[in-house]
């Protein structure tokens, strides 16, 4: 088959690496790709949004089966698109994307058909916003309407606060449209856990459980950022957590969209909290996660191009989906400054020392130079360990962290050994 991966950052290098060792991947092409994707697939320089350019090239190369990676593209609806023109796609389609694309609509859904979330409301008037909030207890969540780059969401510790928040999206145009309207929601405490679970519009199969670490720094000091590293399995996620999860939230999700006439096929990430009063949705992400997928591919023993063959046909529930019974963890290296501003273009050096380690090097932001691989982005490279438990997976991780350098790098030195953990 030949198969095209649509996106650009370590998730995208990840589904690359699992397709490149089925059987049934002839050719992989990525758009647009990175320079470690480059080493498994030729990449082609069309823009994520590009239905256009996508689909024609996606006809060219008679391609078999599109993987649309990113929420913006499924947002905006590139697997209409590229089934219009009769071209397989995986992924959900824009009317059911809207899961992630809207957190009015998915906070709607759950307490429409009474999905465990936090208490909210939703506001298009800053003035209304305020008035609800002086009302309100602290911190409270403020968060935008719409895809913010994982960025639109605050945690206001005073009303000073929360009306800074909530007067910066409404009326300063802070996120653009995506945040004309907010939900300040119930401030929840718990650990969080990431269950990623493949859909088919009506059987759900959750993967491993992995946990993200977003904050820059260790001890979740610094800025929120796309996810500074990972761990897989959480510690705290048992089989009676997977029960309550399966009954109260993930087939309950899956029923609601069918109802709605929003069936949802694709990868359905559950962001969840185990709270006192049981495990709750803090967000829908209606894609793989990054750096989620760095530590749950890797331990997905059955072929990748059979289960997105079996979710576009609708036939999941006659698929046994294997995992390994290991653990994962995932370490991002990257550019000093960031998440606020970084400089590019400097030499990476000892990749294939760590990989020696038996590391898997994911490329996140980089890029091929004159033969040599440099950075290109903030997140630059997810070194993922795996092995026999997550003690030993976090000591390989790091012992491959420390033969890779570049100028500026940084990283957390506490993943995997969350407090909660
Ligand atoms: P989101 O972009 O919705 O995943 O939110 C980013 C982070 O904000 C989450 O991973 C949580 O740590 C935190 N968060 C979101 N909603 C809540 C909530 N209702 N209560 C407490 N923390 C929250
Ligand atoms: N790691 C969080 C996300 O992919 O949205």
């Known amino acids: 088959m030949k198969i095209l991966v649509v996106g650009s950052g370590g998730r995208e290098h990840t589904i690359v690496w699992k397709i490149a060792r089925s059987p049934k991947a002839e050719k992989i092409y990525c758009a647009p790709g990175n320079g470690g994707i480059s ?14 350019g996508m689909v024609k090239f996606a006809k060219e190369k008679e391609i078999d089966l599109v993987m649309v990676a990113p929420d913006d593209p499924l947002a905006d609806g590139m697997v209409d698109a590229m089934e219009s023109a009769g071209i397989r796609a995986f992924g959900p389609r824009k009317n059911a994307a809207i899961i992630e694309g809207s957190k009015a609509f998915s906070k709607e859904l759950m307490k429409k058909y009474n999905i465990p979330t936090a208490a909210y409301e939703v506001f298009d008037n800053s003035a209304d916003a305020i008035k609800y909030l002086e009302k309100g207890s602290f911190p409270a969540v403020i968060k935008a309407d719409g895809l913010a780059l994982g960025k639109g969401v ?27 309207r907010v939900v300040i929601e ?75 006439g929003r069936p949802f096929k694709g990868v359905l990430y559950f962001g969840l909290m185990m709270t006192k009063d ?64 970084y400089k590019k273009g400097y030499e990476i050096s ?3 020392d760590a990989k020696d380690m038996g590391a898997i090097v994911f490329h996140a932001g980089t890029a091929l130079k ?12 997810g070194v993922t360990a795996v092995a026999e438990n997550l003690d030993e997976a976090i000591k390989k991780a790091y012992a491959s962290v420390e033969k890779i350098s570049f100028k500026d790098e940084f990283h957390r030195s506490d993943i995997g050994i969350k407090k909660y953990n």
């Not at 459980?209 to 979740?220: F, G, P, T, V």
């Not at 992400?285 to 289960?307: A, H, M, S, W």
């Not at 004159?370 to 490279?381: E, M, P, Y």
């Open 39 to 52: 080493e498994l697939a030729e990449c082609v320089d069309i823009n994520v949004m590009d239905k256009e």
């Open 370 to 381: 004159d033969g040599k691989i440099v950075t290109a982005g903030g997140r630059v490279l």
């Open 186 to 260: 119930e401030f929840l405490t718990g650990p969080e856990v990431s269950v990623l679970a493949f859909v088919d519009g009506k059987t759900v199969k959750p993967m491993v459980s992995a946990q993200d670490h977003k904050r820059a720094y260790d001890n979740d000091e610094g800025l929120n950022t796309g996810g500074m590293g990972t761990f897989s399995p959480s510690r705290l996620y048992d089989e009676d957590k997977a029960k309550e999860c399966m009954e109260n939230i993930f087939l309950p999700t899956v029923k609601a969209m069918a109802a709605e």
């Open 154 to 180: 605050i945690i206001a510790k005073d009303l000073d606060e929360a009306k800074q928040a909530v007067c910066d999206m409404i009326d300063g145009g802070k996120f653009g449209k995506s945040g004309s």
């Open 278 to 341: 049981g495990v709750k949705v803090i967000e829908y992400n209606c894609r793989f996660g990054d750096p989620e997928t760095q530590v749950v591919l890797p331990r997905l023993k059955t072929d990748l191009v059979d289960i997105m063959e079996a979710v576009i046909d609708e036939r999941l529930d006659e698929l046994e989906i294997e995992w390994e019974d290991n653990a994962a963890v995932c370490v991002v290296m990257a550019s000093g400054g960031y998440p606020v501003s």
């Open 350 to 352: 000892g990749i294939e």
